[in-house]
């Protein structure tokens, strides 16, 4: 069995997020995800804002030929993903919006 897991496992991610709010406190506010399976992981995602995920790419100067581009949910939303270092954390970016109109099946 695997010992318990405390906070303070977490605290690679946790400086870095506390970094960041000092760092870019001025940015848009992402949902914020830090866990135990990936304890020096800390997720930024923006849900129907990419404007929000081109703010903090550019903050954190992650080029745009960085950044993977897909959809999901038969091509209705699209997806932008990146990662990125910060302050000894693996920094995952993500970003999701609507794609009012799909291209249909066929077409792409």
Do not use: C
């Not at 906070?7 to 848009?28: C, E, K, M, T, Y």
């Not at 992981?41 to 995920?53: E, I, K, R, T, V």
């Amino acid at each position: 069995m695997n010992k318990a897991q405390t906070l303070d496992d977490l605290s690679v991610a946790l400086r870095a997020l506390r970094l960041l709010a000092v760092d870019f406190g001025h940015l848009p506010a992402p949902a914020v995800r830090v866990t135990t399976i990936y304890p020096d992981h800390l997720d930024l995602s923006f849900h129907d804002d990419l404007s929000g995920f081109e703010a903090w790419r550019e903050a954190l100067n992650i080029a745009p030929d960085a950044v993977s581009h897909g959809t999901q949910g038969d091509g209705r939303t699209r997806v932008l993903k990146t990662t990125g270092e910060f302050a000894g954390a693996v920094l995952v970016l993500s970003g999701f919006a609507d794609i009012t109109d799909p291209a249909p099946v066929g077409a792409r």
